[in-house]
């Protein structure tokens, strides 16, 4: 469209979307803000074209010198452009702030718009003989007049902000003055999107850049991807700084060969970290070998919950550990279960409590021919599971004890295939296998088989003249077994 189309819209819509708004406020902090960029570009041009001089003139000399010379004087160039750029968008927001300040004022108040048009509909409405008509005509003019203001405000607004907008010259333009092509691609560019030798800034991939999103040879900033860069994001080869994954790196959440400091993850590391996990390490938590502290698990470690060998402290599982609950050979500590342990419930050819080993000597053990108290296999002692163990409880074979169970045991309450004696049991006091007991296989007191000759047999029917086989007092002499007495009798003194 040629016009506006506030030139068209009612002083109610004009007014209210003047007044509604944010105002001037935020063009005039815009112009501030362009206003400090100009000064710190300003600067940073004049303190790098005196740095290069600088080193130019004194300590670099040579055609490389010559060569980095000519990239300053171009960015120095882009540098001292870039800050006369903003400064004229920090003048042109200013002046297009005041073009909104002198527009608001020009434009009529929503509410004396808000009140012509009540007042038109209080006249309308009792205009019964036309007597209001005059006073309606008035108000209708008034309103027009109103409807000017506000496109007449809005007219010089467009214009001075459009002027404002126009005098900022191109981007484009102010880099082609200076000599620089946007797109280079090769030899001495300085910057946007080159590809090429020497350049110096965004999107190079090439060597020798300086700066955002390189890819290759010497770098020195943002996002580069290879060798010998400086700067935030690299991958490869001698990196100093933020998230660099490879090589030499120093800083920040490295991970790999050489680093130095937060978050690494292998060879060489030396701080902090995700609380390492690789090899070397000193620190929490670590998982590899030559560790030392918490929580580590490989080989060399030396503290709390280590898994591996050659480990000395706490809960540690592997070979020659030295403390509580190991597994392994030649531990030295409570729980180990190995070789050649001295400590308590070890398993293996050491002395300890509660040992489960071969030959061992304590106390619960389980073992071949050990000595111990509830030992088991072949022991001496009391509640042993053994092969041929003397003790009180021991399942097993041949033992002599109380309450063995085992082959060819001599005990108290035993249980074996070859039982000797006892007092209740498989072979012992009650017995059904082929030893002599109170109640078993053989002549005893209480026999469960016919071929048993013994007082009393029960696989044959008892007499039926009960009672004739207990013994008498002899209180009463005359009275037979099968009387019955209907009043006690006391017993007649017979001297």
């Known amino acids: 469209m040629t016009n506006p189309h506030f030139a068209w819209l009612p002083p109610e819509i004009n007014s209210a979307l003047m007044f509604a708004g944010p105002g001037a406020g935020p063009l005039l902090a815009a112009a501030a803000a362009w206003d400090g960029l100009a000064e710190e570009l300003a600067s940073a041009a004049t303190a790098f074209g005196s740095v290069t001089s600088d080193l130019a003139g004194n300590a670099w000399l040579g055609p490389s010198s010559a060569a980095m010379m000519a990239v300053a004087t171009q960015y120095v160039g882009l540098l001292s452009a870039a800050a006369a750029q903003a400064e004229q968008v920090s003048a042109q927001a200013a002046a297009t702030a005041s073009a909104f300040e002198a527009a608001l004022a020009a434009t009529v108040q929503p509410a004396v718009v808000a009140a012509n048009r009540g007042l038109l509909q209080v006249l309308a409405a009792t205009n019964w003989l036309g007597q209001n008509s005059p006073a309606i005509m008035d108000i209708e003019s008034a309103y027009e007049q109103m409807w000017a203001l506000d496109v007449s405000a809005m007219s010089g607004y ?14 484009q333009q102010v880099l082609s ?3 620089i092509n946007i797109s280079n691609n090769g030899q001495i560019s300085l910057g946007f999107g080159n590809t090429g030798s020497g350049n110096m800034g965004s ?37 100093v700084g933020f998230g660099n994954n490879g090589n030499n790196n120093f800083g920040f959440a490295n991970t790999g060969n050489g680093d130095i400091g937060f978050g690494l993850t292998g060879d060489h590391q030396i701080g902090f970290g995700g609380f390492n996990s690789g090899s070397g390490n000193i620190g929490i938590g670590n998982s590899g070998t030559g560790n030392i502290g918490f929580f580590n698990s490989g080989s060399g470690n030396v503290g709390i919950g280590n898994t591996g060998s050659l480990n000395s402290g706490l809960f540690n599982s592997g070979s020659a550990n030295m403390g509580m609950a190991n597994t392994g050979s030649m531990n030295s500590g409570l729980y180990n279960s190995g070789f050649e342990q001295t400590g308590f419930a070890g398993q293996g050819a050491e002395a300890s409590l509660l040992t489960s080993s071969t030959a061992a000597t304590g106390g619960i053990s389980a073992a071949n021919a050990s000595s111990s108290l509830l030992s ?23 033992a002599q004890n109380v309450g063995n169970s085992s082959n060819v045991a001599t005990a108290l309450t035993g249980t074996s295939s070859t039982p000797t004696a006892g007092l209740s049991g498989t072979a012992a006091v009650v017995g059904s296998n082929a030893g002599p007991a109170m109640r078993g296989a053989y002549p005893g007191l209480i026999n469960a088989r016919s071929a048993d000759g013994e007082p009393r047999n029960s696989n044959t029917r008892e007499s039926d003249n009960l009672g004739a086989g207990i013994p008498r007092s002899g209180f009463y002499p005359n009275r037979q077994s099968d009387e019955t007495s209907e009043v006690l009798r006391l017993p007649v003194r017979s001297d």
């Open 177 to 179: 003055n200076l000599g």
């Open 158 to 171: 467009h214009v001075d902000a459009s002027a404002a907008a126009g005098a900022l010259a191109p981007w």
């Open 203 to 239: 999107g190079n991939s090439g060597s020798s850049n300086m700066g955002s999103g390189n890819t290759g040879n010497s770098n020195a900033g943002s996002g580069n991807y290879g060798n010998s860069n400086v700067g935030s994001g690299n991958t490869g080869s001698g990196n």
């Open 376 to 398: 088991s296999a072949a022991e001496t002692g009391g509640f042993n599971t053994a092969l041929r163990h003397p003790g009180i409880f021991a399942p097993d074979m041949p």
